[in-house]
């Protein structure tokens, strides 16, 4: 059976921050660009494999890589996928990293970087559950909704069915995401005070 407190410590920003989060950066600021402008997009598609494959190596598979046409087919993924939020498409980076608009090349790097780094934290979080609490366990699932609702029962009594924890234990790495992620804003807040 899982053990709460290993989920929180595990789960814990700092941690995460310490063991995911710094490598990540490291290996963006470790790469080095000579311009922060491309002419061409071949040359554009060229660098944006090489860079995911220099964070790949780095922070994924620790020595190991991808082929050339792997990782720039997954650095243009990423690049798709940000610049469709920003209502533009693949050759709208290009164009910023041709021109050096909104950061060229560097940012795009960084955006890149960036996503890594968030597939990781979500990788580290589904580990941490997954070693945690047996997925096909339902005593597991329910066992770990009892740890919260005794741990902090006095703070979310007011909201869920304290007597029945199996009510929540399909939903338990929800719960206690929200209200990991509770505390975290809680928490900062006193920071800033």
């Not at 610049?83 to 909104?102: E, I, K, L, P």
């Not at 009892?146 to 924890?165: A, E, K, N």
Request: aromatic share 10%.
């Amino acid at each position: 059976m899982g053990s709460l407190s290993s989920i929180m410590e595990q789960l814990d920003e700092r941690y995460i921050a310490r063991n995911i989060g710094v490598p990540h950066d490291q290996a963006r600021a470790s790469y080095r660009l000579a311009t922060n402008t491309i002419s061409d997009i071949d040359r554009f598609r060229k660098i944006i494999g090489d860079y995911y494959n220099y964070h790949f190596s780095s922070c994924v598979a620790h020595g190991g890589s991808l082929s050339p046409a792997e990782a720039q087919g997954k650095a243009k993924e990423i690049i798709e996928n940000d610049y469709r939020g920003r209502d533009s498409d693949f050759v709208g980076a290009f164009n910023d990293a041709h021109d050096g608009t909104n950061g060229g090349l560097r940012v795009i790097l960084d955006r890149i970087a960036e996503q890594m780094k968030t597939e990781a934290i979500e990788r580290h979080i589904g580990k941490v559950f997954d070693d945690e609490v047996k997925p096909n366990s339902w005593e597991d699932k329910v066992d770990i909704i009892r740890q919260l609702i005794g741990r902090f029962g006095q703070d979310i009594s007011p909201h869920i069915d304290t007597s029945h924890p199996e009510r929540y234990a399909s939903n338990y790495s929800e719960l206690i995401r929200a209200f990991i992620d509770f505390i975290k804003k809680t928490s900062s807040r006193f920071r800033r005070m």
